[in-house]
C-alpha cells in the first residue's frame, strides 16, 4: 500500500470516528479533535510538506462534518501541522511527557485559531472565554488519546520504517 | 524522531494551501451552492455510520454521562428543584401572565398554535466543537425541511434551522449572537430587529423609536415581513425597556421558551410549504401537525 493510500485511509477512519463514536463521548460539551490530531501527527512524522497536504484534507472533511464554512480549518491546520514538523526538528530530546505536552498545545492553539478565524470571518459569536476553556480541555483530552492514534499515522506515514537512522561507532 | 528532510519546501506549499483555503472560504462565505453540496453529502455519507453509532453506544453513553455528566446533573437536579419550589410560589402570579400574554395574543389575532409544524427530536450537539448554541434534529430534507425556517417549541420561538441534511438538521437557537429575528412590541407596536446574546435574552439593537413607550414584560413577537420567519411567534417579555437610552435604545428580551430542558420541537412550514388543501403530501406524513 503506497502512502498516500494510507494516508487516505487513516483520513476517512479518522472522519468516520470523529463525526460518530468520539462525538457521543464528550467532556464538558468537549469531544476530541482527531483530524487535528491526525495533522500535527502527519507533519511530526511525514514531514512538512505531507503534513501540510494532509491536514489541508483534513481540515476540509473537518469543515464538512461540523458545518463550519468549506475551507476555515483547512485554512488553520496546515500550518499547525508545518509548525509542529519545525518544531521537532529543533528539539534536542522527546520524551512521552514533552510529547503529550506538544500535542495539548499544538490541539488548543489549532481549536483556537479555528475559533478566532470563525470569529474574523463573522461566523462564530461566542465569548473569548468559551473559546478558550473549549481548547484547552479539546487539547487535553485529544492528548490523552494521541498515543495509539500517534502509531498509526506513524505507520501511514512512514510506512512503518524507523524515521531515522543513527550512526554509530562500534568498539567501546 | 523523524528524518530531517532538506529538500522538502513547506513554504510555497503552505501559501498554495492557505490561497485555497481562502478561496474556498470565501466563496462558501458568498454562497457557493456546489460547497455546500459537498458538504451536504460527505454529512449524508457519515449519517447511517452515525445512527448505527448513536444506537449501538446508548449503554456506554448512558455509563458516560453517569461518570462524568454527574456532578451536571446533581446541579441541574438541585437547579430544577428550586426552580419548581419558586413556580409553585408564583403559581398565581404565573397564572395571571399568562392570562395576560393570551390576551394580547387575542387581541393582536396571533394564529400562533394553527402554524403547520414538523414535529423534530433533538439529537445532541452537532459534531465537533466549532461553535456553540446550536443543536441537532433528527429530521431533514426528506422530510420537508428547508433552511431558514422558525424551529419553536410549545413556549415560543427556539431558533431556525441552519444546515438541513437528508436525515438531520442544525438548529441556531436564537440566544447564539449571530441569531436576528425581526421582532414587535404587542403593545406598543414597534419593531426592531433583535439579537441573541450568547446569554438566555437577546436584545432589540434596531429599530425602536427612543421615544417608544415599552412596559416591563411587554410581550414580544415575531414581525413577519421580510423575514422567513412567519410573523406573530411569542419570542418571550421585556425585561428591560431601557428607558435612560439616549439615542439608541437596546431593549432586552427574555426568551419565552426553556432552551434548557427541550426535547421534542416543532420545525414551522413556510407558507408555501404548508399544504393549503390539507393534502397529504407524502413527506413525513406522520410528523406533521
Known sequence: MTPRLRVLLVLVTAVAL???????????????????LVSVLTGYHGGPERGAITAFFAGLLHDSIVGAPLGLHALVYPPMAVAVSSLELRMLRSTPVTDGLAVLAA???GQGLASAVGMLFG???SSTDEFVRQAILAGILTAVVSAPVNRVVRWAATGGLPGTIELRRGGS | MAAPRPAERPRPTLLLLAAAALTLLTLHIRGAAPLDAFQQGVRDILE???????????????AWNGIFGYEELLAQNERLAEELARLRGRSVTDDADRELLERLLNEVGLDYSQLDTVVVRILGTPPGNFGTHRIEVDAGSDDGLTEGLAVVSGAGLVGRLEQVDRARSTVILATHPEFLVGVRLVESQDEGLARGTGRGTLRIEAGIRPDADIA???AVV???GRSILPADIPVGRVIDPD?????????VIDL????ESLSFLNVVLAPSEADPLDVDTGLSGSRRQ
Open chain 1, 18 to 36: 470523529e463525526g460518530t463514536l468520539l462525538d457521543e463521548l464528550r467532556i464538558g460539551g468537549v469531544s476530541v479533535e482527531l483530524l487535528l
Open chain 1, 107 to 109: 490541539v488548543a492553539a
Open chain 1, 123 to 125: 461566523v462564530l459569536g
Open chain 2, 48 to 62: 447511517p455510520l452515525r445512527t448505527v453509532t448513536d444506537t449501538a453506544t446508548d449503554p456506554i453513553q448512558t
Open chain 2, 216 to 218: 416591563w414584560n411587554e
Open chain 2, 222 to 224: 415575531t414581525s413577519g
Open chain 2, 243 to 251: 428607558e435612560n437610552a439616549e439615542y439608541e435604545r437596546n431593549v
Open chain 2, 256 to 259: 419565552a421558551a426553556d432552551l
